[in-house]
């Protein structure tokens, strides 16, 4: 069982950055994809980001691409999410996860972390 710990989130201000880390236990064929994902209280849980760990290639959900980015760092078995210009509706319960494809869907997402709050006041 891989096990995702995720760290970085805080109560920050409107307009401020954050850098969420997520640190998986091991890389396994399985969770060749990695996935940020975050649910506010009372909402669906939404697609952020999602990175395979091999290629790089990525994706970023449409509402916070111009402020969101995804990166991975393959020998520390990290993925990472910089939020940029956070906005009060950022804040939310943030997770990772591993799935087999890259995918928007939750369902597809085998392997979950505990979360971190993140906290956007204006």
């Known amino acids: 069982q891989v096990q995702l710990v995720e760290s970085g989130g805080g109560l920050v201000e409107a307009g401020d950055s954050l850098r969420l880390s997520c640190a998986a236990s091991?890389?396994?064929?399985?969770?060749?994809?990695m996935g940020w994902f975050r649910q506010a209280p009372g909402k669906e849980r939404e697609f952020v980001a999602a990175?395979?760990?091999?290629?790089?290639?990525?994706k970023v959900a449409d509402a916070v691409k111009d402020r969101f980015t995804i990166a991975r760092d393959n020998a520390a078995n990290t993925v990472y999410l910089q939020m940029n210009n956070l906005k009060p509706e950022d804040t939310a319960l943030y997770y990772c996860?591993?799935?087999?494809?890259?995918?928007?869907?939750?369902?597809?997402?085998?392997?979950w972390g505990q979360g971190t709050q993140v906290t956007v006041s204006s």
């Open positions: 091991t890389r396994t064929h399985g969770n060749r994809n």
């Open positions: 996860a591993g799935s087999y494809v890259l995918t928007t869907d939750a369902i597809s997402y085998a392997n």
């Open positions: 990175i395979y760990w091999s290629s790089g290639s990525a």
